[in-house]
């Protein structure tokens, strides 16, 4: 199953230093779906924060479960790429719900990062502006 995200809108972080996603993604078809990403935090952060992460711009966090938002790198970028890679991190945290505990891409190699199942999905995700669900 797949909830398409064609529709949804990105919308600018503003100047507070953290916000529920639902400030950043007008997506209502996802919150409908998974009432609980609404308030998934949502944080800005510098460089230094982005240690695993070989984008460097957008992370979601599973062990916490918030997404890092690097404000000074996002500014320069395309609207439409900033929401690709937002989509990107929400099928992460919807990876999370569904299957908690498995183990996802922090810590690993960038060849072990760039073919790990959850990243692949994450990656097909965007591409095409979905969010794919469990059936």
């Given at each position: 199953?797949?909830?398409?995200?064609?529709?949804?809108?990105?919308?600018?972080?503003?100047?507070?230093?953290?916000?529920?996603?639902?400030?950043l993604?007008?997506?209502?078809?996802?919150y409908?779906?998974f009432p609980?990403?609404a308030d998934?935090?949502?944080?800005?952060?510098?460089?230094?924060?982005?240690?695993?992460?070989f984008?460097?711009?957008i992370?979601?966090?599973?062990a916490?479960?918030?997404?890092?938002w690097?404000?000074?790198?996002?500014?320069?970028r395309?609207?439409?790429?900033?929401?690709?890679d937002?989509?990107?991190?929400?099928?992460?945290a919807v990876?999370n719900?569904?299957?908690?505990?498995n183990?996802?891409?922090?810590?690993?190699?960038?060849?072990?990062?760039?073919?790990?199942?959850?990243?692949?999905?994450?990656?097909?995700?965007?591409?095409?502006?979905v969010i794919?669900?469990?059936?």
């Amino acid at each position: 199953m797949e909830i398409d995200a064609s529709n949804a809108k990105y919308k600018w972080f503003g100047s507070s230093d953290h916000a529920p996603l639902s400030a950043l993604l007008d997506f209502p078809e996802l919150y409908a779906t998974f009432p609980q990403l609404a308030d998934l935090p949502v944080r800005k952060s510098d460089h230094s924060d982005f240690t695993h992460a070989f984008g460097g711009e957008i992370a979601f966090r599973e062990a916490t479960n918030y997404i890092l938002w690097n404000d000074m790198r996002l500014k320069a970028r395309d609207e439409r790429d900033n929401l690709a890679d937002l989509i990107h991190e929400v099928q992460h945290a919807v990876q999370n719900i569904e299957n908690p505990g498995n183990p996802g891409t922090e810590g690993r190699t960038h060849a072990e990062y760039y073919n790990h199942p959850k990243e692949v999905q994450a990656r097909d995700a965007a591409a095409r502006m979905v969010i794919i669900i469990k059936p």
